[in-house]
């Protein structure tokens, strides 16, 4: 199994800045893609940036400029930077990776949530 865990989220004022960090931990033998997603009650959950092991990224439209998404391979480690946050950005984050353990084929893995508000 992979366990992922997410820190950093809060509360914000809009306009200010965050930063959500995710580790993967467990019996690991590569990971593929690691990404954020995010989700409001009520509606689906729908990506907000990938970055894949060769570090090429992929950013929702709503987020490019503002945020930015970033990897450690060596640390198994994934990170979101956003910048000039509105209140349209407030959602639970949820870390994704898609990584395969020792003797299997890869799968996707979501952390639990991290809860990010923005408003004054």
């Known amino acids: 199994q992979v366990q992922l865990v997410e820190s950093g989220g809060g509360l914000v004022q809009p306009g200010g800045s965050l930063r959500l960090s995710c580790a993967a931990s467990?019996?690991?033998?590569?990971?593929?893609?690691m990404g954020w997603y995010r989700q409001v009650p009520g509606k689906e959950r729908n990506l907000v940036a990938t970055v894949t092991n060769s570090l090429r990224t992929n950013y929702a439209e709503s987020v490019k400029g503002r945020f930015t998404i970033s990897r450690d391979n060596a640390k198994n480690a994934v990170y979101l930077q956003m910048n000039s946050l509105i209140p349209e950005d407030t959602a639970v984050y949820y870390c994704?990776?898609?990584?395969?353990?020792?003797?299997?084929?890869?799968?996707?893995?979501w952390g639990q949530g991290t809860q990010v508000t923005v408003s004054s």
């Open positions: 994704n990776a898609v990584a395969a353990i020792y003797g299997s084929t890869p799968n996707a893995y």
């Open positions: 467990g019996n690991i033998f590569s990971i593929n893609v």
